[in-house]
């Protein structure tokens, strides 16, 4: 049967796909939609198999919470390169699997892939559609949920790097807190909340570091072990986020900052994703 440019048209805004990549799946579908889509998804099956050992370091990171601000989701989707990255129409695509994500706040990325896209496709098939639309290896690298009382969220322009942080009160003060340490969360990457949520592993080896460093220079036995102990608390100071200095404000912690908006308000969970 004749193929429209109404025909075409509508695939295209159905898929995202080009013109004449719908022309050519319409073509061959004979007029059929639904195996047209289902052509333009085995061309992005062979184009993920042609890149899949290509790497994919570009992409976009988005965060976001639901409208209570008591749940959120951050997510990362790479791509090969920055052209694709910086398309309004990848940011677009992105963002609709972070509301499918935010609508049903699955446990991890394999239950997201699993979940509906659209009333044809689950969010793995079209991703892999879309690889054939870009024509790049699409990778949805990241993906964390977060629970708690207020969920502050950032994303820093660009979308190369975002953050999620769960407070442990919601009120207005307490939301303009949770996006200044959201910012905090993004600009200065802790490893976690407060030394209690560091390693073992990684305390251990700031000590060996510590103690090597102060035998090399010279140090007794002893003292190296004092030493040690006094750089790991400087490394837990840097590195733990509520006893970090407050990027806008050096002079105190971002506990002490919390505590100045409510002495009780504190951050009970955080997940920051970046590109580089």
Same mark, same amino acid.
């Given at each position: 049967?004749?193929?429209?440019?109404?025909?075409?048209?509508?695939?295209?805004?159905?898929?995202?796909?080009?013109?004449?990549?719908?022309?050519?799946?319409? !073509?061959?579908?004979?007029?059929?939609?639904?195996?047209?889509?289902?052509?333009?998804?085995?061309?992005?099956?062979?184009?993920?198999?042609?890149?899949?050992?290509?790497?994919?370091?570009?992409?976009?990171?988005?965060?976001?919470?639901?409208?209570?601000?008591?749940?959120?989701?951050?997510?990362?989707?790479?791509?090969?390169?920055?052209?694709?990255?910086?398309?309004?129409?990848?940011?677009?695509?992105?963002?609709?699997?972070?509301?499918?994500?935010? %609508?049903?706040?699955?446990?991890?990325?394999?239950?997201?892939?699993?979940?509906?896209?659209?009333?044809?496709?689950?969010?793995?098939?079209?991703?892999?559609?879309?690889?054939?639309?870009?024509?790049?290896?699409?990778?949805?690298?990241?993906?964390?949920?977060?629970?708690?009382?207020?969920?502050?969220?950032?994303?820093?322009?660009?979308?190369?790097?975002?953050?999620?942080?769960?407070?442990?009160?919601?009120?207005?003060?307490?939301?303009?807190?949770?996006?200044?340490?959201?910012?905090?969360?993004?600009?200065?990457?802790?490893?976690?909340?407060?030394?209690?949520?560091?390693?073992?592993?990684?305390?251990?080896?700031?000590?060996?570091?510590?103690?090597?460093?102060?035998?090399?220079?010279?140090?007794?036995?002893?003292?190296?072990?004092?030493?040690?102990?006094?750089?790991?608390?400087?490394?837990?100071?840097?590195?733990?986020?509520?006893?970090?200095?407050?990027?806008?404000?050096?002079?105190? %912690?971002?506990?002490?900052?919390?505590?100045?908006?409510?002495?009780?308000? !504190?951050?009970?969970?955080?997940?920051?994703?970046?590109?580089?």
């Amino acid at each position: 049967m004749a193929v429209t440019v109404a025909d075409i048209n509508k695939l295209r805004k159905q898929t995202g796909a080009g013109m004449m990549d719908c022309k050519k799946a319409l !073509t061959e579908a004979d007029g059929d939609f639904d195996a047209a889509i289902d052509i333009l998804r085995k061309k992005g099956q062979k184009v993920a198999a042609k890149r899949g050992d290509n790497e994919a370091h570009e992409g976009l990171i988005i965060a976001k919470a639901n409208a209570d601000g008591k749940s959120g989701v951050i997510l990362k989707l790479n791509c090969e390169t920055d052209f694709v990255a910086r398309n309004q129409d990848f940011y677009n695509f992105v963002d609709t699997i972070v509301n499918v994500a935010l %609508t049903n706040m699955p446990a991890d990325a394999d239950a997201l892939k699993a979940l509906p896209y659209d009333d044809k496709l689950s969010v793995a098939d079209k991703i892999t559609e879309q690889v054939g639309v870009i024509g790049e290896k699409l990778d949805l690298s990241g993906y964390a949920t977060l629970n708690a009382d207020l969920v502050a969220v950032y994303n820093h322009p660009g979308n190369q790097l975002a953050a999620i942080v769960g407070l442990n009160k919601n009120n207005d003060s307490a939301k303009d807190a949770g996006h200044q340490v959201a910012m905090q969360v993004a600009a200065m990457a802790p490893l976690a909340i407060d030394a209690n949520g560091v390693e073992q592993s990684v305390l251990d080896h700031e000590l060996e570091i510590g103690k090597e460093l102060a035998i090399q220079e010279g140090k007794p036995a002893d003292m190296a072990e004092k030493i040690s102990q006094g750089r790991l608390h400087k490394f837990l100071k840097e590195n733990t986020l509520l006893s970090q200095p407050f990027v806008k404000d050096s002079k105190v %912690t971002v506990q002490d900052f919390l505590n100045s908006v409510d002495k009780d308000l !504190t951050v009970s969970d955080f997940k920051r994703f970046s590109l580089k």
